[in-house]
């Protein structure tokens, strides 16, 4: 079966520094990966996806991905933060093409001035 | 384009009575997807449709639980004898298979 699992429930962090948001998955097969976030009081909004390629990915609003296939990983990135990045991050996986997307259980991003 | 919409966007009701919740999907999009995220909490899968394969139902928490998809596009989700456990943002999205998709704003059910 799929999981994914972030391990911070909360990141804090100061403006103008870099921010990682983890996430590890255990998945059978090559893994299909997604980043979203979701603002208050605002609907989820997909931020950048892994499927196959360079392990560097590149999405949204300066966000980045490593997929690390030895340790069966996709943390998120972005090199300096803004008190706006400040939201509620999922990480996503799916095994196989046409099959469910298992959430993780989100991190809360707090970006401080 | 358009992106998915749901309706209605809040819904308060009594409990014990019945909901019924709506997606409309992106035009085209073969996978819809239904999800519930309570308050301060993660998203949790409830069912999961593609194409005119039988639908995914293992996220559903009981048989109150029930969504059908008509002609492979619009999706209802329906809770009947609601209980206050029930209440929650309840999600909706579609994707090609394989693809990321987009999520709807989402229903806040309310029951009292």
């Known amino acids: 079966a799929q999981s994914v699992a972030q391990p911070e429930d909360q990141v804090n962090v100061a403006e103008g520094n870099p921010l990682t948001v983890k996430c590890t998955y255990s998945?059978?097969?090559?893994?299909?990966l997604f980043w979203y976030v979701q603002y208050p009081n605002r609907g989820l909004q997909f931020l950048l996806k892994?499927?196959?390629?360079?392990?560097l990915v590149k999405g949204s609003y300066g966000f980045e991905a490593e997929f690390n296939k030895s340790q069966t990983s996709f943390h998120l990135k972005k090199p300096s933060a803004l008190v706006s990045d400040s939201a509620l991050y999922f990480c996503?996986?799916?095994?196989?093409?046409?099959?469910?997307?298992?959430f993780g259980p989100g991190t809360r991003l707090s970006v401080l001035p | 384009g358009a992106g998915v919409s749901q309706s209605p966007s809040n819904k308060v009701t009594e409990k014990g009575k019945d909901v019924e919740l709506r997606c409309d999907p992106i035009?085209?999009?073969?996978?819809l997807y239904w999800y519930r995220q309570s308050l301060g909490q993660g998203l949790e899968f409830l069912i999961y449709?593609?194409?005119?394969?039988?639908?995914?139902k293992s996220g559903l928490p009981s048989d109150r639980f029930s969504a059908e998809r008509t002609g492979g596009s619009v999706s209802t989700l329906t809770i009947q004898r609601t209980q206050q456990e029930d209440s929650a943002v309840y999600l909706c999205?579609?994707?090609?298979?394989?693809?990321?998709?987009?999520f709807g704003p989402g229903t806040r059910l309310t029951v009292l």
């Open positions: 999205a579609s994707s090609l298979a394989g693809e990321s998709g987009g």
């Open positions: 998945v059978s097969g090559n893994p299909y």
């Open positions: 892994y499927i196959t390629g360079d392990n």
């Open positions: 996503a996986v799916r095994a196989l093409w046409g099959q469910n997307f298992v």
């Open positions: 035009s085209g999009h073969t996978a």
């Open positions: 449709f593609q194409g005119n394969s039988a639908p995914d």
